[in-house]
């Protein structure tokens, strides 16, 4: 009954926002929606990750991520509002294309090429109906635990998630590019992945595995701080106006706050509870470490779409976080109840 009562509150707020403010419903929509499938797929490339090296430590997260999977189709027919609003969401689409973006940009007639519409919109039905097809291969008992299965799966994650993430979300500031970005983007969907597999997890039964899994999950946080500093130096040393106009986005008081959030809660502070052989051990610690993560990564995905769509006004700050509790109040049954009715 309190689940119902809240998912209600959250759609009656999600309504609310559509009327006040489109631009950051939708820009709320595609950040709830990044980090809620990302969480699915970067669980699912784990598994793969264990179909390839073994070891015991992936035997305690096949089941519910393989569970959570099962939702990887019905998240990607959940994009499609997405496209609908393209005209409203990304400039380039309500401009009809990139000859207006300025002069100070590289590759501009390639850019227009990319960008539109119909390309567009074939790519991002393309990612979907990938995903949706490497999570029904991924559930076939004849496919699992085959590493030609987990290596081409993994491939194609990795390529598409880039890609998707310079289409989604690097195009809302279509002057401005990153080589790192896509990487960056799909490093963090792999922490989260295992973060949600360490949340629905019985981790008193696994506590032997903690340590493995911690070592795994401090791989991730590292990479994902070694990625966005290293996209934050080039782009600051270079100092050229196509590239700072990222950071220059974020750089209002509100934003720079939120980057020392992340700075804190997204690597310095879980980086010395993962490096303790006694935190390692202890389930309940690590259990917050891992809903820590989670929303520390919900306030990147935040931070990397919010401030390139525009969507500055005073009702994102509640519009964004009504769509993000939505989403996971819709899905939490999924995780928590199948994994109770498998028990």
């Known amino acids: 009954m309190m689940r119902m009562l809240l998912l209600a509150g ?25 980090f809620w499938s990302g969480a699915l797929l970067g669980g699912l490339a784990n598994v793969w990750l264990h179909d390839l090296s073994g070891g015991a430590w992936g035997e305690a997260i096949r089941i519910p991520l393989l569970r959570a999977a099962r939702m990887i189709p019905l998240a990607c027919l959940l994009f499609l509002p997405l496209l609908a609003g393209l005209d409203t969401l990304y400039p380039w689409a309500a401009q009809g294309g990139t000859a207006s973006w300025g002069a100070d940009f590289s590759a501009p007639q390639f850019k227009a090429l990319w960008l539109a519409r119909p390309f567009f919109i074939g790519r991002a039905i393309g990612y979907l109906s990938l995903w949706s097809l490497l999570a029904w291969l991924a559930l076939r008992p004849a496919l699992q635990r085959s590493r030609a299965m987990a290596a081409a799966g993994l491939i194609a994650y990795g390529f598409s998630v880039s890609l998707a993430a310079l289409d ?28 949600l597999a360490l949340v629905l997890i019985e981790r008193a039964a696994a506590r032997a595995l903690l340590p493995d899994l911690a070592n795994l999950l401090m791989m991730y946080v590292l990479i994902w701080a070694y990625l966005a500093y290293v996209q934050f130096l080039i782009i600051w040393s270079a100092n050229l106006p196509h590239e700072i106009a990222w950071y220059v986005r974020r750089s209002t008081p509100l934003w720079k706050a939120l980057a020392w959030l992340l700075v804190l809660f997204h690597f310095a502070a879980p980086l010395p509870i993962l490096l303790s052989r006694r935190a390692k051990r202890a389930p309940a610690l690590l259990g917050a470490l891992a809903w820590a993560l989670l929303a520390a990564h919900l306030l990147d995905c935040w931070w990397l779409v919010m401030p390139g769509s525009g ?33």
């Open 168 to 195: 989604w979300i690097m195009s809302l500031q279509p002057e401005w590019y990153s080589s790192v970005f896509g990487w960056l983007a799909a490093s963090g969907q792999m922490l989260a992945g295992l973060a």
């Open 10 to 34: 959250a759609a009656t707020l999600c309504l609310l926002g559509w009327v006040a403010d489109r631009r950051a419903f939708l820009a709320g929509y595609l950040a709830a929606w990044w």
């Open 311 to 343: 969507a500055l006004s005073r009702h994102w700050l509640w519009i964004a976080p009504a769509l993000a509790a939505l989403f996971g109040l819709a899905l939490a049954p999924a995780l928590r109840g199948r994994e109770a009715a498998h028990a």
